[in-house]
């Protein structure tokens, strides 16, 4: 089995850390391609940086076939709904994983998350995904995405103790980590605020994983039919247009 990671920026650190995290939970047999844009942004904060990270995304997965399953990592779930269209093979959002393991371990959730530019991305999804009244709280850490990548920043320690402050005040009953770029803190969180700390990165290997070993697909009627790639669109490499 053969999962296709992908960061939506550009920053291969992130990517190599993000690609590290995966393969610790995969199962044996199952090959972890890590990869990253050639251009877009070096981090995702915000509906702009969404915006301007599809177009590499989406080349990325509709230039390749030699994957069983795709997994968006960035916790905005940034192009899910359009990669599903590029590929009947399921695609994951590391956001959507986490929110729905998170309900399935407990009665409420607090999501933190970098900036707050970033809590109305994340409250929309969850209220998408039908998940809102299961969250207590988005909270912003305040720190930015690259500050993630620095070891001489302050970073686990202020998200430490926004977890803290979400169990004291919110009532958490679990964690979910609101960047790709904390996958390296879930356990160490876990183990020291006695809870559940989900990452949506290994969130989403255990999902793929699954849905693979069952044979799943997306399904290609309505709203994730392929694209009608005879009006504007370029042809993705080895793509036909559709009828």
Do not use: W
């Not at 899910?80 to 409420?108: Q, W, Y």
């Not at 994730?224 to 669109?233: C, E, L, N, T, V």
Request: aromatic content about 4%; overall charge negative; glycine content about 10%.
């Amino acid at each position: 089995m053969r999962l296709l990671v992908i960061n939506p920026n550009t920053t291969a650190t992130m990517t190599e850390k993000i690609g590290a995290a995966a393969r610790r939970v995969a199962a044996p047999g199952t090959e972890i391609l890590a990869v990253n844009p050639g251009s877009g942004p070096a981090s995702i904060e915000g509906y702009y940086d969404e915006a301007i990270s599809l177009a590499g995304l989406l080349e990325v997965i509709g230039g390749r076939s030699d994957y069983d399953a795709v997994i968006i990592a960035c916790f905005d779930d940034t192009g899910l709904d359009a990669a599903r269209c590029l590929t009947d093979k399921p695609v994951i959002g590391i956001g959507e994983a986490a929110f729905h393991m998170a309900a399935m371990l407990s009665n409420s959730f607090s999501v933190v998350t970098t900036l707050g530019r970033s809590v109305p991305a994340i409250s929309h999804n969850l209220a998408r995904y039908g998940l809102a009244t299961r969250c207590a709280r988005v909270r912003a850490s305040e720190i930015p995405v690259l500050d993630l990548e620095d070891p001489l920043s302050d970073a686990c320690a202020r998200i430490g103790h926004e977890v803290a402050r979400a169990i004291l005040e919110d009532r958490a009953e679990a964690i979910v980590l609101g960047c790709a770029g904390m996958t390296d803190l879930a356990r160490a969180l876990s183990q020291a605020h006695g809870l559940p700390v989900l990452d949506g990165v290994v969130c989403a290997v255990a999902l793929a994983e699954g849905m693979v070993r069952l044979g799943l697909a997306t399904s290609r009627l309505g709203g994730y039919a392929p694209p009608r790639f005879d009006k504007s669109a370029p042809v993705p490499p080895g793509r036909e247009p559709a009828p």
